[in-house]
């Protein structure tokens, strides 16, 4: 299966074209913003470099969250559209699981959420042991430690070095690797693609009222 994997989630913009376990292009660049601007050029010009037209595709992988409200609206936007366009499946991969995806055996996934608080998921050979929150730091370290049972971690993501203490592994990547999307895309059922909010955006409409999540996700 040739599938496109995308992440705008965090910290870059990474796009990647896989035929099954091979990867044909891979690219990645650091950004704190402007992944509008840049998705759409590195989609295209990785499939330049992977010698495929776009129909060639059979999948679109996209993470969905949780991260930036902006970037991964970018991201879902972009695959429903050009899956839509293509007729074919777009698929949605959680930030947490792809960010898990760049270690083995126990793995404690974890994005720094702001207001002393982490988006916190736990894996175990690929497989989940809880589902993705947003906890207060210490009530992450305390759900970490009970689901560890004293078993070493590693942690992976920007929220890692809030939580891992001095003799943990810590891999802290400016996001998600774009073929580890492409692969756990293409391991799962289609369905619908949808954002994955764990909390309610920072931005505030006049009066302090939150604005509401898009109606379209």
């Keep these: 299966m040739i599938v496109l994997g995308l992440d705008t989630c965090l910290n870059a913009c990474s796009v990647a074209v896989l035929d ?3 990867v044909l292009a891979h690219a990645s660049e650091a950004m704190a913003r402007g992944h509008q601007e840049r998705l759409a050029p590195m989609a295209q010009a990785v499939m330049a470099e992977a010698g495929l037209p776009f129909t060639a595709l ?3 992988g996209a993470t969905v969250g949780p991260g930036s409200f902006t970037g991964l609206r970018v991201g879902v936007a972009f695959a429903k559209g050009l899956a839509s366009a293509l007729a074919i499946p777009a698929v949605g991969v959680g930030s947490l699981e792809a960010l898990a995806a760049e270690a083995s055996g126990l ?3 974890a994005i ?3 207001r002393e608080q982490v988006y916190l998921q736990l894996f175990e050979a690929g497989q989940p042991l809880m589902a993705p929150d947003v906890l207060p730091i210490g009530t992450a370290q305390a759900r970490l430690a009970e ?5 070493p971690v590693t942690f992976v993501g920007s929220g890692a070095p809030l939580l891992a ?3 943990d592994a810590v891999l802290t990547p400016d996001g998600c690797d774009a073929r580890h999307v492409a692969r756990l895309a293409a391991a799962r059922p289609a369905a619908p693609i949808r954002p994955l909010y764990l909390r309610a955006p920072d931005a505030k409409l006049p009066g302090g009222r939150v604005p509401p999540l898009p109606s379209w996700a």
């Excluded at 689901?147 to 078993?151: F, S």
């Design 20 to 22: 099954g376990e091979r």
């Design 58 to 60: 059979q999948r679109i």
């Design 107 to 109: 793995v404690a996934a």
């Design 112 to 114: 720094d959420a702001r």
């Design 147 to 151: 689901l560890a049972m004293g078993r």
């Design 165 to 167: 203490a001095p003799s």
